[in-house]
């Protein structure tokens, strides 16, 4: 995470122009690490939010809106006590490191003006917020969101009534204070593979993205050397003045979904993938967070989902291979019903207590079968425990077959779910799965919880480049409106053959006939929201939606269908 001191510096500043002179009118605390603050600035209502949160620690406006406890933690109790109603007069760091300090003017008990501050430590798992009271010389902590006793540092303690105390400086240079010779000695005696921990063992403030950075504009892919530390000075030197004279920029580093990768205040050059620019460190901020919680939220919902349908999914493969091998057990009923035919007409020459008998083949008089005998039983006996085993296997076998064609269309469809499982772009993607797992019972519904609003989840919609519209359900229940329900009977209907997969839509007019580009480009949709993906020719079955019918008594999307031409496409976006 590239929140260095530089980053910290150039936010203060930020919030300082906004926030100066500002009201602060209601402060809440939504969970255990987080605090926010309602503020009337010049510009109107704002949210500022302070998070003490190891994995995303931060202080920015926000416009996301929290649910609040019923009963406000200690920490909001004393915040409202001292802050309710007070002016903000700056906000800065403390030092050169990743403290930011907003000052307050508020009032006592009696009335009388007092300095109060909240100082926000942003440092990765050791981020903390602590209330205090200023005067002209020191800060003493009236409250702190996470107290640091002897028991978690030896070090430094945070607690209530003691005097805020600085976290403890780094044995580092500040680089605005840096020069060449200085610099210069230190890099040709630095002896590591990774080079951009010369700047972060030795300079504070700089993270390791912007490390990163400074070697790339100064020597690209190339290692530090002799031969190029004057390039990395003066790439170095660049950074220095961009730090003094505040040119900075706030961006995002993105993947090709938009997922954030890492965020600086300059352009993170060195990713080689695109970047998102914003005017502000706030809105900044907010966007990288809250994409990393939607995210973290989303996987964690699609991980939850998906080990449901896992185990599902085993469970039916193994109840399979049980049917499977009862069936191969059925295949013997015939034999049983002969042995018991063969003792039935060869009763009159058998003896009791024979371990077997040696009967003669009614279809090869020539040929004799020895029969297995039980010596507990007479021949009659034995005879009628053949009959029996064989009308029970007879019955066994027309069972195994309806539960081992019922197993296989579960299996077909739960590698559907984790298909559309796999296409999930939000919450209300899962959750409109989950709630199919529950109609289909895989899931259990919580009775306890009261009804909410049906869940509601758009399908893909492509616009080819000659304007004609394809759909693509991300989901069975998708699927199955879409085709079903929301199509014309002249719409042409495309599926993976013998897989799971989207059922993609080409919208027609009655009597039209796409082109075969058309055709090709709706196909390779087909073939890239499919569970065939990876493969490099995959075959699309398409026909008219009039020849495409529900499957009775089926899973949802499950659907039958006739007069169909298959193409084989290769699996891409067009």
Same mark, same amino acid.
């Given at each position: ?13 930020? $919030? ?66 001292? $802050? ?24 006592? %008990? ?36 996470? @107290? ?19 976290? @403890? ?33 030795? +300079? ?81 901020? %907010? ?51 002969? +042995? ?12 009791? #207590? ?21 010596? #507990?039983?007479? @021949? ?66 919580? #009775? ?64 039209? %006939? ?61």
């Amino acid at each position: 995470m590239a929140f260095d001191v530089v980053f910290a510096k150039a936010l203060s500043i930020e $919030l300082d122009k906004s926030l100066k002179g500002s009201k602060i009118e209601k402060i809440n605390q939504p969970s255990s690490d987080m605090l926010v603050l309602s503020v009337r600035t010049s510009a109107g209502p704002k949210r500022l939010v302070i998070s003490a949160s190891a994995s995303s620690a931060r202080i920015c406006f926000t416009e996301e809106k929290n649910e609040n406890p019923q009963t406000p933690p200690n920490f909001c109790i004393q915040a409202r006590k001292h $802050l309710s109603g007070a002016i903000i007069d700056s906000v800065g760091t403390v030092g050169f490191d990743r403290v930011i300090e907003i000052r307050m003017t508020s009032r006592d %008990e009696l009335g009388f003006e007092c300095g109060k501050s909240l100082v926000c430590e942003i440092m990765g798992k050791y981020s903390n917020i602590i209330l205090c009271s200023v005067d002209d010389t020191s800060r003493k902590v009236i409250s702190v969101l996470r @107290p640091v006793d002897f028991s978690s540092s030896r070090v430094r303690q945070v607690l209530p009534n003691m005097e805020y105390v600085c976290p @403890p400086a780094q044995d580092k240079i500040n680089p605005t204070e840096e020069n060449k010779e200085s610099f210069c000695s230190k890099a040709a005696v630095f002896d590591s593979a990774e080079d951009y921990k010369f700047f972060v063992n030795n +300079y504070l403030g700089i993270s390791p993205a912007v490390a990163r950075e400074v070697l790339h504009r100064a020597i690209g892919t190339q290692r530090m050397c002799s031969d190029n530390i004057e390039k990395v000075w003066n790439s170095f030197s660049n950074l220095v003045d961009i730090i003094k004279t505040g040119g900075f920029s706030p961006c995002c580093v993105t993947e090709d979904d938009g997922s954030p990768i890492e965020f600086s205040y300059l352009s993170l050059t060195h990713y080689c993938k695109q970047e998102k620019c914003f005017d502000s460190f706030s809105e900044l901020l %907010e966007y990288y967070y809250l994409q990393k919680e939607k995210n973290s939220l989303l996987k964690n919902r699609i991980g939850g989902t998906l080990t449901v349908v896992n185990n599902a999914l085993k469970k039916t493969e193994k109840k399979l291979g049980i049917l499977e091998e009862e069936l191969k057990e059925c295949e013997n009923a015939d034999m049983y019903r002969k +042995y018991g035919d063969l003792l039935t007409g060869s009763l009159y020459m058998l003896k009791n #207590k024979a371990e077997y008998a040696d009967v003669p083949d009614y279809e090869n008089e020539m040929k004799v079968v020895r029969v297995p005998m039980d010596i #507990k039983l007479s @021949p009659s006996q034995n005879a009628a425990k053949y009959y029996k085993k064989y009308n029970k296997l007879k019955s066994a076998k027309k069972n195994a077959v309806i539960q081992i064609e019922k197993s296989r269309n579960d299996l077909a469809y739960l590698f559907s779910v984790i298909n559309s499982l796999n296409m999930c772009e939000n919450t209300s993607d899962v959750m409109q799965i989950r709630s199919e797992l529950v109609t289909s019972g895989y899931l259990k519904d919580n #009775k306890t919880k009261k009804k909410k609003e049906t869940i509601h989840s758009e399908p893909i919609v492509i616009t080819l480049a000659s304007g004609r519209v394809v759909r693509c359900g991300k989901n069975n229940i998708q699927n199955e409106e879409l085709t079903l329900k929301q199509s014309k009977k002249s719409d042409i209907w495309f599926h993976v053959k013998s897989g799971a997969g989207s059922h993609v839509i080409m919208e027609c007019e009655p009597d039209e %006939e796409p082109s075969a580009e058309e055709y090709t480009q709706a196909a390779m949709i087909a073939a890239y929201y499919s569970n065939m993906k990876m493969s490099g020719s995959v075959p699309v079955d398409y026909t008219r939606i009039r020849y495409v019918k529900k499957q009775p008594d089926s899973a949802p999307g499950r659907v039958i269908y006739t007069d169909f031409y298959t193409a084989y496409v290769k699996p891409e976006l067009p």
